[in-house]
Structure formats: structure tokens, C-alpha cells
């Protein structure tokens, strides 16, 4: 019997897709090729360093035979599902609302996303990842870029301590910042990936400490401890109360930041409201 031509190809995608990547991160679903989920990691020095977005791909039996050629490599072969992937992440950058038709820069927005994403393209992420492979993953990005992630929130904190309040075009409701609620739940992530790793919680020192993350990566196979030693000599992670002020956790929405202006339809690195979902469906049909 032949194969059918969509079974071949997502086959030999699937072999690029699951090589290590620092754009992005793919698992398929119980070998099934047909579907799968992707976290695609955020640039660094935008808006959404260290944060993530993720995807989810359902392959239509007429794959790869759909009309979009703008993926289409220099050699004539296609490979939509990476395309796919590097070209939302292209879309993440420090100015999301102008990616929105006949939209210009938005400052105001570009602060909201930056704060809000910590919570709904991160530790929304975290705590509602239910496979292992997603949760494995999840727990490596915190561990390793943990004390690159508490000094962003701190240096952040200390640029927006004049903020009372955050705003976006496409809320009405005004959001307050609670840094240090932010900081306590990020802390608490860290520690959660640390202790899956068979780590224990050490002295705070800042990302500068002459220490190493090294007994964070014992139980990973060789290649994946060597990765991280390569990426994160001497560092040390601040798990200890870095703020003035205990305050509750941020009262934001459960909502993914990637979503649809109500006025085009375009899709953007922007709140969705009337999505619930923590990631977007990504349907070739």
C-alpha cells in the first residue's frame, strides 16, 4: 500500500522540526504526525525575551499541498511547519501594534505587553502544561535563564515604579502592575523547575555570583548538562524575597497575548479576549 504523500512528508519534517532549535521547541502527541505543539521562544532585547508562544498544528491529509508559497525555500522545496513557526516568530519584536493594518507604534501597549506576557506567555504556560515532553521543556527554559529572568523583573520593576496603571487598545479596563506579586510567582516557577531537577534552593545572589547552575542539571543526559554549562557558566539563583513589599498576585487575565484586532482580523502579539485558550490552533486546511 503507498504511503500517502502527507504521512511521507510530515515523516521527514518531523526529523528537522525535533532537532534542537533556539528558535523553538516541538513535540508531536503520541507519535502522531499529524499533530503537534510548538513553543516558540521569544527574540532576546524585545518585548518578549525569555517569554514564549505557544502553538498548536493540526496537518490536513492534503498537506503539503496548500497555497502558501511564500514559504517556499530557495531550492524549491517547501518546509511550511518551520516556515510557519520562524515567521510568527519574526512577528515578536518591540513594537506589536504596528503589525496591526494602518496602525502605528503604540508606547503605552508596549509596556502593557511587556508586563502582562511575564504571566500569560510564561507562568500560564507552566501551570497548565499537562505532557511531559511540554513540561520538561518548560522547566529547562526557567532553570536556565533563571537568573536572566529575576534581574529583567527587577530592573523592570525599578523602570516602571512610576506606573499606576497599564492600558491596551483593546481592553478598557485598566490593569495596575504588581511587580512584586510577579516576582513571588516567578520565584515560586523557578523553584518548582529546580526541584524537578533534583536541585535544592540556594543563597540569593545576583546573575553575577561566581557560582554554577551545574547540580540544577545532574539528572539530564550528558549532551543536555554539557548544553548547560556551555550557556550558563557561574550563575546563582535568587530565590530569597528581592522586594520591599509583599503584595497579592496580579489580577490579569488567563488569556494568551496573540490574538485578533476586532477591526481587522490580523493576527498579533495582542490580548484575546474571547479565547480562552493558553495557545493558538495553527489548521493548514
Given at each position: 500500500?503507498?504511503t500517502p504523500l502527507h504521512i511521507k512528508r510530515m515523516t521527514r519534517e518531523r ?171 516567578m520565584k515560586a516557577a523557578i523553584s518548582d523547575a529546580l526541584s524537578a531537577s ?88
Amino acid at each position: 500500500m503507498t504511503t500517502p504523500l502527507h504521512i511521507k512528508r510530515m515523516t521527514r519534517e518531523r526529523e528537522i522540526l525535533e532537532k534542537e532549535n533556539p528558535d523553538y521547541f516541538v513535540h508531536f502527541q503520541d507519535n502522531h504526525l499529524l499533530n503537534f505543539e510548538a513553543y516558540i521562544l521569544g527574540p532576546d532585547d524585545t518585548l518578549y525575551q525569555h517569554k514564549l508562544v505557544k502553538l498548536c498544528f493540526k496537518i490536513p491529509e492534503r498537506y503539503p499541498l496548500v497555497s502558501l508559497h511564500i514559504f517556499g525555500t530557495v531550492d524549491g522545496r517547501f518546509l511550511l511547519t518551520h516556515a510557519v513557526l520562524i515567521t510568527i516568530r519574526s512577528l515578536l519584536d518591540n513594537e506589536p501594534y504596528k503589525h496591526e493594518p494602518q496602525r502605528d507604534n503604540n508606547p503605552a501597549f508596549n509596556n502593557f505587553v511587556q508586563y502582562m506576557a511575564w504571566r500569560c506567555l510564561l507562568l500560564d504556560y507552566i501551570r497548565r502544561e499537562t505532557t511531559v515532553p511540554g513540561k520538561t521543556f518548560l522547566q529547562r527554559h526557567v532553570r536556565e535563564r533563571a537568573p536572566k529572568i529575576l534581574d529583567e523583573l527587577l530592573r523592570q520593576q525599578a523602570a516602571n515604579s512610576h506606573v499606576t496603571q497599564l492600558t491596551s487598545p483593546y481592553d478598557s479596563r485598566p490593569k495596575k502592575p504588581d511587580y512584586p506579586g510577579l516576582l513571588r510567582d516567578m520565584k515560586a516557577a523557578i523553584s518548582d523547575a529546580l526541584s524537578a531537577s533534583g536541585s535544592t534552593k540556594r543563597p540569593l545572589e545576583s546573575s553575577q555570583a561566581p557560582k554554577s547552575l551545574d547540580a540544577a542539571s545532574d539528572d539530564l543526559p550528558q549532551h543536555e548538562q554539557k548544553r548547560n554549562k556551555k550557556q550558563h557558566p557561574g550563575q546563582v539563583i535568587d530565590l530569597e524575597d528581592t522586594t520591599t513589599a509583599s503584595s497579592s498576585s496580579s489580577a490579569v487575565p488567563d488569556k494568551p497575548l496573540i490574538g485578533k484586532s476586532p477591526n481587522s482580523g490580523a493576527s498579533s502579539a495582542v490580548p484575546n479576549h474571547a479565547d480562552g485558550k493558553p495557545y493558538e490552533v495553527i489548521d493548514l486546511t
